[in-house]
């Protein structure tokens, strides 16, 4: 099969491709690596800043995307595959769908109706926008950038894709159950976040009695008050100074993924997310290497992949005094728990998150695309 990724968050279509082509499959993954995280891609399309560089940004899409035929299936990161208007991205879905053959969407990230879902519905008890019915602190200070999520223009362009895609393949849980409103007539597929687990070592947690924990918090700027990084953060370092002789706090922020790897080789708990019910890369691949996640562990995402066994994320809840008890208990925790977790932790990457499992999760999905 002949697959083109136009688009990537945190790696996720260049390691499916990757293990794509270990099974025989030509691959192309078109991306501006995440941005500070610098993952693979076959073909480099970055925005820079300035608009001479807007300009050249803009010529360089429309030629690459309108070279781009005869691929079986063309799977866009998000309705905004590339950092240009609606109109333009209009155009060049067209083009890509016209050119090739199933266009399939991967619902990753936010979009138009991922957006209003979370803001006029009940869906979950809490989200990166609310927690029941109060907003959290990045729709407080984001009011603008939400508004303009579900402008009519992009709303109208996010219609548009939704309508005119042969199926979607969801990543994770939210966006999944989100999608499910929107998308009635079309395949919708769980794919997981895929994981290269063969290259990520995995290491026990062995912890003596007169160890330190080390707990890492790994940031991304743009994305502190989405995540909630700053609240995780702060509750660690809450219990650091409560115990210092028990935990010591890292920060990695804004780093290229082969350097964060590198610093998460130090750390046994890793903090990953506030405002979500699942894990996200980050969390998964700390796992695989035998860190314990503090991340999105509800138990609504443990029964939606029917796992009553495996259940080793430490769910992460938007109430500040209940993430210090959380992680201090975690802290003062006994070795045999910590260690349990850890070698649970992997197991439950390797059930759920093998890349060679997900790669098989978006064949079976195209499958029931391709006509």
């Known amino acids: 099969m002949k697959v083109l990724f136009l688009g990537d968050y945190s790696g996720l279509h260049a390691t499916v491709a990757n293990t794509l082509r270990s099974l025989g499959h030509e691959c192309v993954v ?3 690596g995440s941005r500070c995280m610098d993952t693979k891609r076959d073909i480099n399309l970055k925005r820079e800043s300035g608009l001479v560089n807007s300009f050249r940004y803009l010529s360089r899409a429309f030629n690459l995307i309108r070279s781009f035929k005869g691929f079986d299936v063309v799977q866009i990161i998000n309705p905004g595959f590339v950092h240009l208007r609606p109109d333009k991205l209009r155009y060049l879905f067209k083009t890509l769908k016209n050119r090739n053959g199933a266009v399939c969407l991967s619902l990753a990230g936010t979009d ?3 957006a209003k879902s979370l803001l006029d ?12 019915s109060n907003p959290t602190p990045y729709a407080l ?5 939400i508004n ?17 895609i042969d199926g979607a393949v969801s990543a994770i849980y939210e966006y999944h159950i989100a999608a499910q409103n929107f998308i009635h007539d079309k395949p919708v597929v769980y794919g997981g976040i895929p994981v290269d687990i063969d290259a990520l070592s995995f290491k026990p947690l062995k912890r003596e009695s007169d160890s330190k924990v080390t707990i ?3 940031i991304k700027s743009e994305m502190t008050l989405f995540k909630g990084t700053d609240r995780l953060l702060t509750a660690a370092q809450a219990v650091e100074l409560r115990h210092p002789d028990k935990c010591e706090v890292l920060i990695a922020r804004d780093l290229p993924l082969t350097e964060y790897l590198n610093r998460l080789e130090r750390a046994d708990i890793i903090l990953d997310q506030l405002y979500s019910y699942s894990p996200a890369t980050n969390a998964l691949q700390a796992m695989a290497m035998g860190k314990i996640a503090v991340s999105g562990g509800e138990p609504e995402f443990y029964d939606f992949l029917g796992e009553s066994t495996l259940r080793p994320i430490i769910n992460a809840v938007p109430n500040d005094n209940l993430l210090v008890e959380i992680l201090e208990s975690l802290v003062l925790s006994d070795a045999s728990l910590l260690e349990k977790l850890s070698s649970e932790s992997r197991l439950f990457v390797e059930k759920h998150n093998d890349s060679r499992l997900v790669a098989n999760n978006y064949l079976k999905a195209w499958e029931k695309m391709i006509k």
């Open 30 to 32: 078109v991306s501006d």
């Open 112 to 114: 138009s109706f991922y």
């Open 121 to 132: 519905t009940d869906l979950f008890r809490y989200s990166e926008y609310k927690v029941g």
């Open 141 to 145: 200070h984001n009011n603008q950038v």
């Open 148 to 164: 303009e999520w579900i402008a009519p223009e992009l709303m109208d362009y996010c219609r548009f894709v939704y309508d005119n």
């Open 216 to 218: 890492l918090a790994g």
